[in-house]
């Protein structure tokens, strides 16, 4: 950042790198394959993309699950390049997990055999 005094007025100028840049994909990186054994938990981590495929930074990832009597959202930790979600299984049944970021979105279908 610079700052200046200019005509009395004080002038900050940010250098935001890529702050403007628009979400186009939220992707979910993970070691989960189709199921998730009850009792069981695992980690996912979402980060978001501009339209060239380039990681946007410093972006706010909202988690949530679709019936939270099958699936617990057992913690959630954020770093500048992402958020990764803890779920634990429940019950069995079928339950969504979904990351948002500045309204695009990314689910996963999780299993609980």
């Known amino acids: 950042a610079k700052s200046g005094l200019v005509k009395d007025s004080l002038v900050i100028q940010v250098d935001s790198a890529g702050a403007t840049d ?7 990186a993970t070691a ?8 069981d938990s695992i980690s996912f981590f979402a980060y978001v993309q501009d339209g060239a495929g380039a990681t946007l930074y410093g972006r706010t990832i909202t988690w949530s699950v679709s019936d939270t ?18 779920v634990r299984a429940l019950k069995s049944g079928s339950a969504t997990l979904q ?3 500045e ?11």
Do not use: M, Q, R
Request: charged share 5%.
């Open 22 to 28: 628009s979400v186009a994909t939220v992707l979910i």
């Open 32 to 39: 989960f394959s189709d199921s998730l054994p009850v009792g």
């Open 69 to 86: 009597t099958v699936l617990a959202l057992s913690g959630i930790s954020s770093s500048a390049n992402g958020s990764t979600a803890y």
């Open 99 to 101: 990351a948002v970021c």
């Open 103 to 113: 309204g695009k979105s990314k689910t996963i279908v999780i299993n609980v055999p």
